[in-house]
């Protein structure tokens, strides 16, 4: 049931939304229900014979989650985007104009969270690696959306998917937390920027979800500390003062609202959504 009227035919782009379970996948759905047209975006496929690869989304899941969308009422779109392509996310931009109208909504959600070295094992490929996509790519997003919709003259909403790493670092995970870190600078400033034209920047900070990604990150994380998983999922449980991680739902619902305008005097914040483990 919709819960945002004032979204209903707006037009959303979400980048990284090609992954069953995954973060974008929870968003475009819940745009959905509320009337948003969305379009969908991840990197076009190249085989999964790399370990980079093998993280990705494939084009048929992003194929079966638009298809979701439509056969539930929705009204949504598939396109291939890599975010360190200037050219293709401005394309991007233009798709959307060009299918739908307008863009209303760009949600730079597309990220590498699976490059978790200690520094002393990090390499400078890893490491561009990450900064690319988490980073430029979220610059990408907020300047080829920005110019498009200053030039429709109605604002807008820009939503960036930072982490609990925006706020707190984590050992092993030096490129991740300095991407997402720089995020909310880089959220802060553009908002400063782009509120004259009426456009709402926001990020928003989850603690650990268990999506695909995080899946792995589980497994990863609790070989690394030795704990085990269940122990490594117990303690995990055990600090966050709701008692669980978070689900892509939560995530999905705090996005929904800085989109709406009821949200509409709030831009420039980076919103924890961590079940109170991050409060600052």
């Known amino acids: 049931m919709a819960q945002y009227q004032d979204l209903a035919g707006k037009v959303a782009v979400i980048t990284g939304a090609g992954r069953k379970l995954g973060l974008g996948e929870a968003m475009a759905k819940r745009l959905a229900e509320e ?6 975006t991840d990197i076009r496929p190249k085989g999964q014979d ?3 690869d093998s993280h990705l989304g494939t084009g048929g899941e992003l194929e079966q989650i638009v298809n979701d969308i439509n056969d539930s009422g929705g009204e949504a779109y598939g396109y291939f985007c890599d975010v360190t392509n200037a050219d293709e996310v401005a394309a991007t931009a233009q798709y959307a104009v060009d299918t739908l109208g307008a863009l209303d909504i760009w949600i730079n959600n597309a990220g590498v969270g699976f490059i978790m070295k200690p520094i002393l094992e990090m390499d400078v490929g890893d490491w561009d690696k990450v900064l690319d996509v988490n980073l430029r790519g979220t610059f990408y997003g907020i300047k080829f959306a920005a110019e498009q919709m200053v030039k429709q003259g109605k604002g807008g909403k820009i939503i960036n998917i930072g982490s609990q790493a925006s ?7 030096s490129a991740y937390t300095t991407s997402k870190h720089g995020m909310t600078g880089l959220t802060r400033v553009a908002a400063m920027e782009l509120g004259p034209h009426g456009i709402n920047v926001n990020q928003i900070c989850p603690n650990h979800v268990t999506t695909g990604l995080g ?3 589980n497994q990863h994380f609790s070989e690394v500390t030795g704990k085990g998983h269940d122990k490594y999922m117990q303690d995990m449980r055990d600090r966050i003062p709701l008692g669980r991680p978070g689900l892509q739902q939560d995530i999905a619902k705090a996005c929904a609202f800085l989109c ?7 831009t420039a914040e980076a ?3 961590s079940g109170g483990e991050e409060y600052h």
């Open 35 to 40: 009337g948003v047209k969305v379009i969908l």
């Open 50 to 52: 790399s370990d980079f």
């Open 167 to 173: 706020k707190s670092g984590f050992a092993h995970a």
């Open 215 to 217: 899946k792995w990150q």
């Open 260 to 266: 709406s305008e009821q949200a509409q005097y709030i």
């Open 271 to 273: 919103l924890n959504v």
